[in-house]
């Protein structure tokens, strides 16, 4: 007899069904469920969740979060696991209350940050700006008071290896460039911080995706 007849459609009880955070704690292999919260179908590999369907190198919603209001900083948790290698992190909409860049911080790390950003201004003037012994990555998105834009890629935050940020696309007001970045260490992330520069953001979605290993 078919489950659904004997718990009934309208059951409260709902098999495979969970959140991110809510995930079988001892999956078997071929388990599939259904994540209400990223609309995701995933299958257990006998190690790892995988999303059904997904391609190698697809990319696949890790989270989502709105930003407030005036606020200065953003720290998203849970953004980074075992699960993925690579990572991408989008910020689209809101505002900023300046033309101002928006700086990225591994976990509560905040010293060694190697930072590159090549630019021009849109009269074609050349630029550069570097640094290393950060506390941060700083010029990785930009904000003004139309959006915020950010997207970059992470790699290895989780595994006990240097992480590298980049390349990311910092396009402002008056000029526009190319951001890369390089935190050597061993340390295993599993947040990061947005930082305005100056200024406070509001409204707004930083959105992380994993890419499919």
């Known amino acids: 007899m078919p489950l659904s007849n004997v718990l009934g459609a309208q059951s409260v009880i709902k098999p495979g069904v969970c959140t991110s955070s809510t995930r079988p704690a001892s999956p078997f292999e071929g388990q599939v469920i259904y994540e209400t919260d990223t609309d995701l179908v995933l299958s257990y590999n ?3 969740w995988i999303s059904v369907g997904a391609t190698a ?18 720290t998203v948790t849970g953004a980074f696991s075992a699960t993925y290698d690579a990572y991408k992190i989008i910020i689209t909409g809101g505002t900023s209350t300046n033309n101002t860049n928006l700086n990225l911080q591994l976990g509560a790390v905040t010293t060694g940050y190697r ?5 021009a201004s849109y009269n074609n003037t050349p630029l550069a700006l570097g640094s290393t012994g950060g506390s941060n990555f700083i010029n990785v998105g930009a904000g003004n008071s139309s959006r915020l834009t950010m997207s970059v890629d992470v790699l290895n935050p989780y595994l006990a290896k240097p992480t590298t940020v980049g390349p ?4 402002g007001v008056g000029d526009a460039g190319v951001f890369m970045g390089y935190l050597d260490g061993t340390d295993q992330f599993t947040a990061f ?3 305005v520069q100056t200024g406070t953001a509001t409204g707004g979605e930083i959105r992380v995706y994993g890419y499919k290993n």
């Open 193 to 195: 911080t947005v930082i």
């Open 57 to 74: 190198g697809g990319l696949v919603l890790v989270s989502s979060t709105t930003i407030g209001s005036a606020v200065s900083s953003i």
């Open 115 to 119: 930072n590159q950003l090549l630019y």
């Open 168 to 171: 990311a696309s910092n396009a």
């Open 46 to 48: 006998g190690s790892s």
